[in-house]
């Protein structure tokens, strides 16, 4: 017999709900089976958020700095920044440089005498949930640098962690990458039993094996490169 030639097992949602359901003992039969479990699904990915990096959700992007203003919005998706840096000469193969900018708490940015001070920008401070609100009353993330820019010349750069995309109508996927979706079906299963007639039983079984999914697909969800500490002489005497 020969092998399918195929790895593109991608289910749409709502196989990823009736498997889940199945596993929590029950059966998606009605149109509210299908709310419970996107609802479910949604605050599922919230709770991803909220245990580390997942890796498939960093993206890069840029914020051109205007002179004289010290604040900006980030994308309102943005769950938080893992890095960051000043561009200088951005697009000239010659001379653009990224310089390290140092992130900073709301204590140290409220202490700075006077946050007015124009130069190249040398800390952020990030607001996570601040600023203009959309049409929907949501919040923006910024970022407020320091000192206020003192020309057009600086962009800042960042890597960021997004938030994971909503479960859809389901006739779309899951903006999850395949080694996710056992994980996701495990997470689904134990959040639909708790609501479940029945479910409750399984709760610990399925905690259990929510769990362990969990381990394996965010153990090789990682990064794999080497890293190299070097501490910094200035803060030792």
């Not at 949930?129 to 919040?139: C, F």
């Not at 993330?141 to 962690?161: A, E, G, H, K, Q």
């Not at 779309?172 to 996710?180: C, G, L, Q, S």
Request: proline fraction near 6%; glycine fraction near 8%.
């Amino acid at each position: 017999m020969t092998t399918s030639g195929t790895s593109s097992f991608s289910p749409a949602i709502t196989d990823l709900f009736e498997e889940a359901f199945e596993r929590a003992g029950g059966e998606m039969r009605s149109g509210y089976d299908f709310r419970t479990a996107r609802r479910s699904m949604n605050l599922l990915t919230i709770e991803w958020a909220s245990r580390g990096i997942n890796l498939w959700t960093v993206e890069s992007g840029t914020i051109p700095l205007v002179a004289g203003t010290a604040t900006y919005n980030l994308p309102v998706d943005t769950v938080d920044l893992i890095e960051h840096v000043i561009r200088q000469n951005p697009g000239n193969t010659s001379t653009q440089t990224d310089i390290n900018i140092s992130r900073i708490s709301v204590s140290t940015y409220s202490t700075i005498p006077n946050k007015l001070n124009t130069g190249r920008p040398i800390q952020v401070y990030i607001n996570r949930r601040s600023g203009e609100a959309t049409p929907t009353g949501i919040q923006y993330p910024t970022i407020s640098v320091w000192p206020v820019p003192s020309d057009n010349s600086y962009t800042f750069v960042y890597w960021r962690l997004r938030r994971i995309q909503d479960a859809g109508d389901g006739t779309n996927t899951a903006d999850i990458p395949y080694r996710f979706l056992n994980c996701l079906v495990s997470g689904l299963a134990y959040y639909i039993a708790m609501k479940i007639p029945g479910g409750m039983e399984r709760l610990p079984m399925l905690q259990a094996e929510y769990e362990k999914q969990w381990d394996l697909a965010a153990g090789e969800d990682r990064e794999k490169a080497s890293v190299r500490f070097v501490p910094r002489n200035m803060f030792y005497n």
